[in-house]
């Protein structure tokens, strides 16, 4: 229960400020409802579009996820793939950093032609954001093993695949899980973009349909609503990422052990 | 602090009665999107020097993705916006009080492009297509609820190359602009404007805030026949209003482009309303319904009184004559 109070204690103080705050400047400021709506405006907003916003978390959690786990897959593939030369890396890293740096807002009506609308389009937006992170952080951490421990392991007769599964990949673990808390939000917010501008609407509407929804209605309440929605979801994921973390290294890595700082 | 503002607005009036300068700050108009001729009216009273005969330093201001010209005027970044009826009414139902003072557009070019090939030519047909529009339009909102139809939709990204490709989906479009953009593009499309699929309303609505007209009424008073006489100018003589706009403003706006608008725009600008009271005139029955409907629809939680909304007290009723 300490350790809960710990960890949850000081983000909610500052929660707690924050939202004070805010609702002070409303009161004070005078501002209108459009321009900044209180706390409690937000919430009754909240309130009022629970089903838009219930459809829009279910359908924005389903892509993120989606996205973060092809992001996962192929960053992970592509970074076992690039560790294992130095001219596979030199010839195919620099395109993944232009991956990175393709605008993903320009290119999602590409993928609308290509693919079709909705889920497919909205995915792929939120997997090119979030796939770099992932493989920049495992490459990294396969290659930046300890030569020593791999030379010990050559001497006893090791092959590259036990210097693998024993060396470079609980070496790459900790980068690994780094890229992937990095990704993890980045996943969310590749997804509403990309439910901005090639989602689909009603059923399948996601919260990134429905910030445009309200922001051409001028209901500003209501996208105060849909972004904290998007944000409790970003941080749900970085805190899955976290848990995840824990869960693999807790045990051996001293980034996860509670030590004294 | 409303003591001199009261005065500034009273000194104002006074020196405007005198022929001098009506304001001292520019009159900043943001309009909705890109300069074409759905800001004909603006742009030809610029052209033409309208403003200027009437001792008004008007700045305009082009829109675009993300510009919420009510937002602009309403947190006096602007002192006038141009958008549609709805926009005044939904800032009205958050307490943001807008009078719209010239309508450009009686009825409104938003609707949905459909292909000729689909045979689609109402709004029950639209039901079995796949809509590609920008969430939250009102009139679709609005058609959607009252008629109970549920068509795919998909958020609109401003481009109209996927509906090219793909004969079952209806587009988000501009009667002005879009057909002839498709048509050269080698679809053949049919335009369903709002209107024809069931909702009217205005569009290219000129908006200021309350308190500015009531302080400023001199000023609205010749912005708005400015705007009348440009408008009248270009609806009876539009090229040079199209090549100003081209050559001056922007340059991404074709002149071929500019004529085919054109040539739209006269059935959509006139009605019996402009002929009794001016260009840019609007009258009660139109913002009663879409303001009724739009509650109806639950888009405004609050009913919403738009009497209050708009006025052709700023109209010269010879607007429309003041060039023929």
Redesign the interface.
């Known amino acids: 229960m300490k350790r809960v109070v710990e960890l949850i204690g000081p983000p909610l103080l500052v929660l707690l400020i924050v939202v004070g705050l805010w609702s002070l400047a409303v009161r004070v400021l005078g501002l ?4 900044l709506p209180g706390p409690a405006r937000v919430f009754e907003t909240a309130i ?1 579009e629970s089903e838009r916003l219930t459809t829009g978390f279910r359908n924005t959690l389903i892509a993120s996820t989606v996205g973060l786990a092809a992001a996962t897959l192929v960053g992970v593939f592509g970074a076992v793939i690039l560790s294992t030369s130095r001219v596979l890396e030199r010839a195919l890293y620099p395109w993944a950093v232009v991956l990175q740096t393709v605008p993903a807002v320009a290119v ?2 590409l993928f ?2 290509w693919v079709g ?2 889920l497919v389009s909205v995915v792929l937006v939120a997997f090119i954001i979030a796939v770099f992170p992932i493989l920049a952080n495992t490459l990294m951490g396969l290659v930046s093993t300890d030569p020593a421990l791999i030379d010990l392991l050559r001497m006893q007769g090791a092959g590259r695949v036990a210097i693998f599964r024993k060396i470079r990949l609980p070496n790459s673990l900790p980068y690994f899980f780094t890229g992937m808390r990095i990704s993890a939000g980045l996943a969310v917010i590749g997804t509403i973009v990309g ?8 059923a399948e ?1 996601g919260l990134g ?2 910030v ?9 309440d209501f996208v105060f609503a849909t972004i904290i929605v998007s944000t409790a979801l970003g941080i749900a994921f970085f805190l899955a990422m976290v848990g995840l973390s824990s869960l693999v290294m807790g045990r051996w890595h001293e980034s996860e052990l509670r030590l004294d700082r | 602090m409303r003591r001199p503002v009261t005065l500034l607005a009273m000194l104002a009036i006074v020196v405007a009665a005198c022929g001098e300068k009506v304001e001292d700050d520019t009159i900043s108009v943001q309009t909705d999107w890109f300069a074409s001729t759905d800001h004909a009216a603006l742009y030809a009273a610029e052209l033409y020097g309208y403003f200027e005969d009437r001792n008004l330093d008007v700045e305009i201001r082009q829109g675009g993705p993300g510009i919420r010209a009510a937002n602009d005027v309403a947190t006096e970044t602007a002192t006038f916006g141009l958008a549609l009826t709805e926009n005044t009414i939904l800032a009205a139902a958050e307490d943001v009080e807008l009078l719209s003072v010239f309508a450009t557009y009686q009825e409104s070019p938003i609707g949905l492009m459909v292909h000729e090939s689909s045979g689609v030519s109402d709004i029950e047909g639209i039901a079995d297509l796949t809509v590609q529009i920008f969430p939250g339009q009102v009139f679709w909102e609005v058609l959607k609820h009252e008629t109970g139809i549920a068509p795919v939709e998909i958020a609109f990204d401003g481009s109209m190359t996927a509906w090219a490709e793909n004969p079952d989906w209806a587009v988000q479009g501009f009667a002005t602009t879009n057909p002839f953009d498709a048509r050269k593009a080698g679809a053949r499309p049919r335009m369903l404007t709002a209107t024809q699929l069931g909702f009217r309303s205005y569009a290219g609505v000129i908006f200021t805030r309350q308190s500015y007209a009531r302080e400023n009424p001199q000023a609205v008073q010749s912005f708005v026949e400015a705007l009348q006489q440009g408008f009248a100018e270009f609806l009876a003589d539009p090229e040079p209003v199209i090549e100003y706009i081209n050559d001056k403003v922007n340059a991404d706006f074709l002149i071929e482009v500019g004529e085919a608008a054109a040539s739209v725009m006269q059935d959509l600008a006139v009605s019996q309303d402009t002929e009794s009271s001016g260009l840019g005139a609007m009258n009660a029955g139109v913002w009663d319904d879409v303001a009724a409907r739009m509650f109806d629809a639950g888009i405004i939680r609050s009913e919403v009184d738009a009497s209050t909304l708009w006025t052709n007290a700023y109209l010269s009723s010879h607007g429309a004559r003041v060039i023929q």
């Open positions: 209108p409802a459009f321009v009022v999602a009506p609308v032609l609308p909705g439910e901005m501008v090639v989602g689909r609407g009603g509407a349909y429905y445009v929804f309200s922001a051409t209605q001028l209901k500003t």
